[in-house]
């Protein structure tokens, strides 16, 4: 499986990916060691080693200045509101909403959602809730983490784990025109459409 690093890469992420990869390979080799994973991992991405990978993401981030490959875009084509459009959507079978508007407000390496959603009985459900987007893993409650990192300039993506388990991946991608959100995971795909205030 070949797949395309990210505009801004985050060497800490890939860590953890590799960590990820590792348990995988564990369960079929119990005798895998973290440099098979590294290896496998280099190879998706395109290169020889795990080595040749590392020194390819820190060169990018010494161009970026340090530290800001883990900011956020400088133009945050997330943030602002967005409505669901439910025809063009692939929606969750436990969660068949009737409406939903997202808000993001995007700083630094912090990003604010709110959401309203009318949900298939018609009730009404209001949430907030703040992503660190730094590339780290950040626990809550029951053994739950949530690593939360920029994709490139639109896109944000998400691994939850429990126990060290990862339990879901998710995107949020802006279209280049900045007029379309999606929102996909395992189980569902979200279009949104962004709102002109």
Do not use: C
């Amino acid at each position: 499986m070949s797949r395309n690093l990210p505009d801004r890469p985050n060497l800490e992420f890939l860590k953890k990916e590799a960590k990820d990869r590792l348990d995988q390979l564990r369960r079929t080799d119990p005798s895998a060691q973290l440099a098979d994973a590294q290896h496998a991992l280099s190879g998706e991405y395109g290169f020889a080693s795990w080595p040749k990978l590392k020194a390819h993401v820190e060169s990018i981030e010494v161009t970026l200045g340090g530290g800001s490959a883990l900011s956020a875009p400088s133009a945050a084509p997330l943030a602002g509101r967005w409505v669901a459009d439910v025809a063009r959507s692939k929606r969750h079978p436990a969660n068949q909403f009737q409406r939903a508007t997202i808000e993001f407000r995007v700083s630094d390496n912090r990003v604010l959602v709110t959401h309203d959603v009318i949900d298939e009985a018609g009730k009404a459900v209001h949430g907030q809730h703040t992503l660190q987007v730094d590339g780290l893993e950040h626990a809550f409650a029951n053994g739950h983490a949530l690593t939360a990192s920029w994709r490139g300039p639109r896109t944000l993506e998400t691994v939850a784990t429990q126990h060290g388990q990862v339990v879901g991946r998710g995107t949020y991608t802006v279209s280049a025109d900045g007029r379309k959100l999606t929102i996909t995971d395992e189980n569902q795909m979200i279009v949104l459409d962004r709102l002109i205030q």
